[in-house]
């Protein structure tokens, strides 16, 4: 079982910046991968970015590459997504996930409860 908690969503202008965090929790919580999911209204919910917590392999969304980036700090249990340039369209209530495999599907068997992220124009 794997336990995960998002938090530093916020509001924030075009151009501008937010890190957001998940904290992981659980007995074999570093066998998992761990990503990022975000749903805006009225869409579908999709992928964004995600870290294999064993070797650090990464794997991102075409339209997130080059402005976010994942990272992990195995001391902490907490996996980051540090994301820059935001813009407009990047509003949506972000999810971190965990699952065995790095996958960008959306297969994840553990979720977070997710935290909103405003970007405004």
């Known amino acids: 079982q794997v336990q995960l908690v998002e938090s530093g969503g916020g509001l924030v202008q075009a151009g501008g910046s937010l890190r957001l965090s998940c904290a992981a929790s659980g007995r074999t919580f570093s066998a998992y991968a761990v990503g990022w999911f975000r749903q805006a209204p009225g869409k579908v919910r999709e992928f964004v970015a995600a870290?294999?917590?064993?070797?650090?392999?990464?794997l991102y969304a075409d339209s997130v590459e080059g402005r976010f980036t994942i990272s992990r700090d195995n001391a902490k249990k907490t996996v980051y997504l540090q994301m820059n340039s935001l813009k407009p369209e990047d509003t949506a209530v972000y999810y971190c996930?965990?699952?065995?495999?790095?996958?960008?599907?959306?297969?994840?068997?553990?979720w977070g409860q997710g935290t909103q992220v405003t970007v405004s124009s």
């Open positions: 996930a965990a699952e065995m495999s790095l996958t960008s599907r959306n297969l994840y068997r553990y």
């Open positions: 870290i294999s917590w064993s070797d650090g392999s990464t």
